[in-house]
């Protein structure tokens, strides 16, 4: 007999997303009492604590987070079914993973195509570095995600799906890369540790022989150009990106060298795990790519 049905699974993801029983109550329409019952008989019946205090709300334990990993899911597997029997119209929630610049410049019209396609899935986009969405994707936090050479991520499917060429940027008075080095010791700007664009930046400077004299993290690329255009630093950039910003035109994109300005963005997976909204992105990218 089992312990666990959708209804306990939904319960959990709501207390897990809003921190406590009062706010997960009431995106479910439930009374509290009810989700507190609801989770203890969980717990009751499967041996374990799932959720521990902490002040006024509630945090998942390990087996918590474990077992809101296998919610998701299930219930996405659950939307698959009822999906099916509506002879294959795709519905449900899709959580898909992307780069900053990916998110700005590629994807409104690859997700404006999809939603026309697939009107009755609900994309919830989340953005991060490479090496952060390749670790949100083997948590199973995410389905699929966009991310950016160089990745190391085993036991992942791959299909490169965008081509990008990546540029230096600096203050708009730097007429040429070697004018970046001659101040001595370079600032570096760019997105958190595991940006693989923040890796060619550092092996840019590498291959110069320059000196980093230190790293300035932002969390989007308007802020990394007004930071670059007011004198900091350097900074790669794609250039599709750059052409869509306003403050692009108060620095100077210099052409980086053929291995590094080449770049390609892949689409991520879980071998064997593709669901039916999945299926119909890699649909649509395949059919993209070959019009192109």
């Not at 898909?96 to 999809?114: D, F, K, Q």
């Not at 090496?131 to 995410?142: C, E, K």
Request: charged share 20%; hydrophobic share 45%.
């Amino acid at each position: 007999m089992r312990n666990i049905d959708l209804d306990d699974l939904e319960i959990l993801q709501a207390v897990v997303a809003y921190g406590g029983v009062a706010r997960a109550a009431q995106a479910l329409h439930r009374v509290p009492s009810n989700v507190t019952t609801r989770i203890k008989q969980l717990e009751a019946r499967l041996g374990v604590a799932l959720f521990a205090r902490r002040g006024r709300g509630l945090v998942p334990t390990e087996e918590g987070r474990l077992l809101a990993g296998y919610a998701e899911r299930l219930l996405r597997l659950a939307d698959e079914a009822e999906s099916a029997l509506r002879a294959g119209r795709l519905l449900g929630t899709f959580r898909l993973g992307a780069l900053e610049s990916t998110s700005g410049s590629r994807l409104p019209e690859v997700l404006a195509r999809y939603n026309r396609a697939h009107p009755a899935v609900r994309i919830e986009l989340v953005t991060g570095t490479t090496g952060a969405l390749v670790g949100r994707l083997i948590r199973h936090d995410i389905e699929a995600a966009f991310v950016s050479e160089p990745f190391h991520a085993p036991g992942l499917a791959a299909q490169p799906v965008f081509e990008e060429e990546l540029v230096l940027i600096s203050a708009a008075h730097v007429r040429t890369p070697r004018q970046v080095l001659e101040s001595g010791r370079v600032t570096l700007i760019a997105f958190a540790s595991g940006c693989s664009y923040r890796r060619r930046l550092e092996e840019w400077l590498g291959e110069q022989g320059g000196s980093a004299e230190g790293v300035l993290e932002f969390a989007s690329y308007p802020a990394i150009v007004a930071c670059v255009a007011a004198c900091t630093g350097v900074a790669i950039v794609p250039r599709s990106v750059l052409a869509g910003l306003r403050a692009a035109e108060a620095v100077r994109a210099h052409a980086l060298p053929a291995h590094l300005a080449r770049n390609r963005t892949h689409l991520l997976w879980h071998e064997g795990q593709e669901s039916l909204a999945l299926r119909g992105l890699r649909a649509l990218l395949g059919a993209r790519e070959g019009a192109a």
